[in-house]
């Protein structure tokens, strides 16, 4: 479903080249169309659209120095198979596609992966009817080679972890998404795109004048500029903010809800001599009456292996330390009608991640449900991420993708996604193949 509103641990080949050439790049004076946001997103679109469209000139803009550096590398690598999505829905779909995009694009590229694959553990009897329903559920979105397996088939796979029955997901797997991210920028690049980083767009306008010393008329009528002063002219605009999606929307007159609340999920990270004790993702069976999926073991392309995260509110919205505040940040997650809602609907839950956040034995003991050598002293304090979770104001979370264009005559030639929900890096390709077609239904490219 589209919901439509009205009015680097790695790098990727020749992507030190391509940050080294795009730094502080002086921007040119008009292009057809304009991309705001190089998160993974923003990078598999603009990539895809030039690929269609040879002939047009593009240019993308990200306010950091780097490209993909918020949540498309701050994130647990994971390549989700599609398990856990409503079937027919376009999240599912998205993902099942996109995962066998994303393997094939790493072949093709020769991009390091690791399909280690995946078991959501059952410890508890209670357990076995939601196992078999998601079981129902990944058949049903048509997930490669999932099985379920008895308590011996789990020691088979993963001999150290323990549990009654446990989903089998071999087509999971893991990989560096920033790695990819950046090779879509390269592609993008290589195609003829421009890229200009440390470019924080502040303004998104329509003009009445034509840009300087330009004889082409209002061919380019949107400005953009950026908190330097710098503008660039264009026909159409597109933006993926991710953290700051429903700000950057608001800049062309767009609603301010769905709203995006920051939250922050830390890390464990297992000591060296104890990764013997993983062999692939191991994930708790999700408890549908909270709105995340729970703590799970992640191998990582680097050798070093995860656990967590727990999910706790940021008060900044690219804050990935425990003090990282932001005061404006802050206050409009507070002040947000939906988030409050949130907060007393699951006041238990959210109580128990913040402790588990500072006491690292309480979230160690769930841990242990799987894997019971674990121990306290095996693991340290790991990475933190941050999420950028839609809320309504009615406290619900946003899954829907949400595109937005804004009012006035600024509205038909902008088009915001205001989100696009996990996982969007296993979805990556997918997704922006969707966004493009409806860049091209809205602006006719």
Known sequence: MIRTLSAVSFRAPGAAKLLKDIRRRQLHSTYDVAVVGAGIVGLATVRELILRHPSLSFILLEKEKELAFHQSGHNSGVIHSGIYYTPGSLKARLCVRGATLAYEYCEKKGLPYNRCGKLIVAVEQEEIPRLKA????????????????????????????????????????????????????????????????????????????????????????????????????????????????????????????????????????????????????????????????????????????????????????????????NARDFADALSFRGLQKLVLKHMTYGLGEMYRGVFIGAQVKILQKYIPELSLSDVLRGPAGVRAQALDRDGNLVDDFVFDGGVGDVGSRVLHVRNAPSPAATSSLAIGEMIADEVENRFAL
């Not at 790695?179 to 003829?192: H, I, P």
């Not at 408890?287 to 992640?298: E, K, N, Q």
């Open 134 to 325: 998601l079981y129902e559920r990944g058949m049903k979105n048509k997930v490669r080679d999932l099985s379920i397996v008895d308590a011996k088939g789990i020691r088979e796979r993963e001999p150290y972890c323990r549990g009654i029955m446990a989903l089998d997901s071999p087509y999971t797997g893991i990989v560096d998404w920033r790695m990819v991210a950046l090779s879509y920028g390269e592609d993008f690049k290589e195609a003829g795109g421009t890229v200009v980083t440390d470019s924080e767009v502040t303004d998104i306008c329509m003009v009445k004048e034509s840009p300087a010393g330009s004889s082409e008329g209002m061919t380019y009528p949107i400005a953009i500029r950026d908190v330097k002063g710098n503008e660039v002219r264009c026909r159409y605009v597109l933006t993926c903010g991710g953290l700051y999606s429903d700000r950057l929307s608001q800049i062309s007159g767009c609603s301010p809800e769905p709203r995006i609340v920051p939250f922050r999920g830390d890390y464990l990270v297992l000591k060296p001599e104890k990764h013997y004790l993983v062999k692939g993702n191991i994930y708790p069976v999700p408890d549908p009456r909270f709105p995340f999926l729970g703590v799970h073991f992640t191998p990582r392309m680097d050798g070093s292996v995860w656990l967590g995260p727990n999910a706790v509110l940021a008060f900044k919205r690219e804050g990935y330390n425990v003090y990282d505040f």
